[in-house]
């Protein structure tokens, strides 16, 4: 019984990282959309509506990609970490 949860606290881990690195790829461009809108674009440079948002997906894009390299160097960084068979003679 006690090896059946050891194999699953690694499962576990690994959803439970999952989950945060999912959470955070939706949170934040949408968050960065609308702060940068509201605040920078809109407030700060007064570009016209249809200005402003375009720009303001733009950054949303871009932060999507910071994300997403996020959990990329992240899940590759995890794979270097296993360590590999040994094989028996």
Not at 6 to 17: G, H, S
Not at 60 to 72: E, F, K
């Amino acid at each position: 019984m006690i090896e059946g949860r050891a194999n699953e606290l690694p499962d576990f881990q690994v959803f439970r990282t999952v989950i945060k690195y999912c959470l955070f790829i939706i949170v934040v461009p949408v968050l960065s959309f609308f702060f940068v809108k509201s605040l920078l674009f809109d407030g700060v440079l007064r570009l016209d509506p249809v200005t402003s948002s375009v720009y303001s997906a733009i950054v949303a894009v871009i932060a999507l990609h910071v994300t997403l390299g996020m959990y990329i160097y992240r899940a590759y960084g995890e794979a270097e970490k296993t360590p590999k068979p040994v094989k028996k003679d």
